[in-house]
């Protein structure tokens, strides 16, 4: 049996890092009613504060086309910030704001005509830099006369997406830095307390190199974005140029050690010095038909993740709050192992319900001592207004041995126990997919079994009568919240 102890005393902050921002599809599903409808879901429900999303100039969004006659005629370019206003109105109507990715390139100013993603985002730098600050000159004066210069001044202009990556971006890293050094001054010239950062690489890279380029060349630069997965691992570890291993291995191996994510965390805050960190993406995995993100497994990651990453960062952007995602075109299937919290459907996920524990957990984190070493269970305590809120959950990565276990939390010394109640997510607990199964895993899904799906990822809550201590079991890539109340 695992034995766990609170020191009530030990008192350290615990910042809601990862509510900071949630990650989301491309901007023009943004304007749809399904995705409003689970973006405020997950605010409220998880406490998101900012979203994130590509394409926010793409030619879907008409941000700047060339307006031509029937005969092929061009006529000039024309900015239209319409589609921008609908969403960045709603999202501050609800209580949210945009965490800002400028990209991809408007064809009418692209160096080429590589895209990327069933929306065909163009990766290209522009064929002018004098017509993309122009670009990015109007979208921010706008912006700042639509909302106010103080509103804007609390969001955030990430330049790009994961321009390390060939298939994202048509340059190299002198390219991007001429990039991001063209961006951020435009942005600086307006309001030099607008916060501009990146840049925003996939497998923390170019970090060191950014902070360099920048003091070298007196460039502004407010905060450090990146991204990344455990399935980064052989990439992160090995130090391979990103173009050579995709090319060579996939990406695909899921190689890597359980608690991964903190020590790439750990490095990239090292790297960042004192430059606040912001990982814009990040999920248990980078493959977008990992059935694993549909299941219990990923909220025991996620559960470890938010604890390990604590004190690291300033903001920790899961990918994505919903399966309504079209990268590779709206994928097939009711569960099909999509980045969201949600299916397409908008049932919650085991990784949704484990957010939501951990949105219960108070702000001021509690000393624990633990009976074993090395073992896959660990636990988190906080204080709270009604007394002590607990996660526990247990972890192990795919393939490496993991079993129930025994666990007992003692509870003397924090004070008189009014009542404990518990929930859990397992495969018997908050986990439709498992009904789904049951259902012969139909790819449309009737009303009646919808509603049924939403009924079985509910998170249940029991009442458990304890002495001095609670004795639980945990089965593998469980998670158990407890809440004590005290008087």
Known sequence: MIKFVIDKNNITPFPHYWEMCVGSSNAYTALREDYRKQLKRAHEEL????????????DRMSTLIMKKTYTGEELGLVYNFVNIDNIFDWLLDHGMKP???LGFMPTAIAKSDRTVFHYKGNISPPKAYEQWEELIKRLVEHLIERYGLEEVRTWFFEVWNEPNLFFFFDGDQNEYFKL???TARTIKKIDNKLKVGGPATSCNAWIKDTVEYCADNNVPLDFISTHHYPTDDPLWTSGLDALEFFKSKSG???????????????????EAGDYP???TEWNTSAMTNDQQHDEPYAAAMVAKTLVDNDGLVEGYSFWTFSDIFEEHGQLAGAYHGGFGLQTYAGVAKPTYRAFQLFHKLGDRRLGLSCSQENTTV???ATKTDFGYACVVYNHEIIDEPIREESVRLHLEGLGKIRSVTVKRVDDTHANAKALWLEEGSPEYISRELLERLHQASELITEEIKVGDTLDLTIPPHGVVAIDITTC
Not at 47 to 58: A, E, I, M, N, Q
């Open 47 to 58: 406490g998101f504060k900012y979203v994130r999303f590509h394409g926010l100039l793409d």
């Open 99 to 101: 965490f800002i990715e």
């Open 180 to 182: 991001y050094e063209s």
């Open 252 to 270: 695909k191996e899921r190689v890597y050690h359980r608690g991964v994510l903190r020590k790439m965390t750990e490095q990239v805050r090292k």
């Open 277 to 279: 960190v912001y990982f």
């Open 378 to 380: 660990e636990m988190i």
